[in-house]
């Protein structure tokens, strides 16, 4: 399995604010996945980033509010911008190896709490 | 549409007993699915998987039934163990390859 890092942990935010999630990977891969997963519900896909392209969004999600980057193969950011109290999630990447087809293996996850 | 759903939100099982967790997937849903394990405070962890051109894979003390007639996936746990308790989630490859989770299902063990 990939090891896959989050920064930050957790963070407590500000209505109208932003806030940059960092995804690490410790391999090259081809695929990262953002999910969203709102308190004790289940994961949903935000988008997917691939190197060197331009993120594809997930209905329900816009460029504008999700930004983000995927500078090389194993890393990637998120924004969650303009944030108000219904941004409050767990944000997750996840990776997809192409050598094992199909597998997707996540982060831990990062805590947004936004007053 | 795509849709991966769970029969039951709560599971409670006592120690040593065997543990089934259940999922449906609607017609549209792919070939593939994933087991994930999600412990409080944690990312979705990697359990097992199935393709549809299997009934059954088992892996460490797991083990999952795909029924494609009925489009119905089981993840059982045998002699079920304290550390077994998390949310227990099963997602379908949908269209484009992405993965479709369900809702969950919270697994209590009781010692």
């Known amino acids: 399995s990939a090891v896959i890092s989050q920064k930050p942990s957790r963070d407590i935010c500000q209505r109208g604010t932003s806030l940059t999630i960092q995804c690490q990977v410790d391999s090259q891969v081809t695929m990262m996945f953002w999910y969203r997963q709102q308190p004790g519900q289940s994961l949903t896909l935000i988008a997917t980033?691939?190197?060197?392209?331009?993120?594809?969004?997930e209905s329900g999600f816009v460029i504008d509010k999700f930004p983000i980057s995927r500078p090389n193969l194993t890393f990637s950011t998120l924004t969650v911008s303009n944030m108000s109290p219904e941004d409050s999630s767990i944000y997750l990447c996840?990776?997809?190896?192409?050598?094992?087809?199909?597998?997707?293996?996540f982060g831990p996850g990062t805590r947004l709490t936004v007053l | 549409g795509e849709s991966v759903g769970l029969h039951l939100p709560t599971l409670s099982v006592q120690e040593g007993d065997n543990s089934i967790i259940n999922c449906a997937y609607s017609n549209s849903a792919s070939d593939y699915f994933i087991w994930y394990k999600q412990e409080s405070g944690k990312g979705p962890q990697f359990i097992i998987d199935i393709r549809s051109n299997m009934d059954k894979r088992q892996g460490q003390r797991v083990t999952v039934l795909l029924n494609k007639t009925v489009k119905h996936l089981s993840l059982q746990i045998a002699a079920t163990q304290p550390g077994d308790s998390a949310v227990y989630f099963c997602?379908?490859?949908?269209?484009?390859?992405?993965?479709?989770f369900g809702q969950g299902t919270e697994l209590s063990v009781k010692p």
């Open positions: 997602a379908g490859m949908g269209q484009g390859g992405k993965l479709i």
């Open positions: 980033a691939n190197q060197g392209s331009e993120a594809t969004y």
């Open positions: 996840s990776v997809e190896r192409t050598r094992l087809a199909n597998e997707q293996f």
